[in-house]
């Protein structure tokens, strides 16, 4: 209730236009991300830290390509993927040559026919 005039105040039902916690935080992300990792470690044959580290780059080329501007998720990702590169590749604290190359053979390690990329299309 607003106190200066005793009137409940008028507020629109729901979230904001543009959010997106349901989908983020709600019980079928959780059920779909879970469906969707499954599928992509058949498809993949990854496992282990290399679906983690593939399912991140996955999910900043989604952000980079959804969210440009959103310069906060994008930083996010990016620590993730870095972090992900660095547990697999082992690269050493403050190493920035051994990240750079690390970086480099991310796209080679990842690379899968455009048969199998096609079927990810759809996750």
Same mark, same amino acid.
């Given at each position: 209730?607003? #106190?200066?005039?005793?009137?409940?105040?008028?507020?629109?039902?729901? $979230?904001?236009?543009?959010?997106?916690? $349901?989908?983020?935080?709600?019980?079928?992300?959780?059920?779909?991300? $879970?469906?969707?990792?499954?599928?992509?470690?058949?498809?993949?044959?990854?496992?282990?830290?290399? &679906?983690?580290?593939?399912?991140?780059?996955?999910?900043?080329?989604?952000?980079?390509?959804?969210?440009?501007?959103?310069?906060?998720?994008?930083?996010?990702?990016?620590?993730?993927?870095?972090?992900?590169?660095?547990?697999?590749?082992?690269?050493?604290?403050?190493?920035?040559?051994? &990240?750079?190359? $690390? &970086?480099?053979?991310?796209?080679?390690?990842?690379? &899968?026919?455009?048969?199998?990329?096609?079927?990810?299309? #759809?996750?």
């Amino acid at each position: 209730m607003n #106190q200066e005039n005793k009137s409940p105040l008028k507020r629109r039902r729901g $979230a904001p236009p543009g959010n997106c916690n $349901a989908r983020t935080h709600g019980y079928y992300s959780k059920v779909f991300i $879970a469906q969707n990792r499954l599928r992509i470690e058949a498809l993949t044959g990854f496992t282990g830290i290399d &679906l983690e580290l593939f399912q991140a780059k996955c999910r900043l080329q989604q952000v980079l390509q959804h969210k440009p501007v959103n310069v906060g998720v994008r930083k996010r990702m990016l620590v993730l993927f870095i972090g992900m590169v660095v547990l697999k590749y082992r690269v050493a604290k403050h190493d920035n040559q051994g &990240l750079i190359a $690390a &970086l480099e053979k991310v796209p080679d390690d990842f690379s &899968l026919s455009p048969e199998i990329l096609e079927q990810l299309e #759809q996750c």
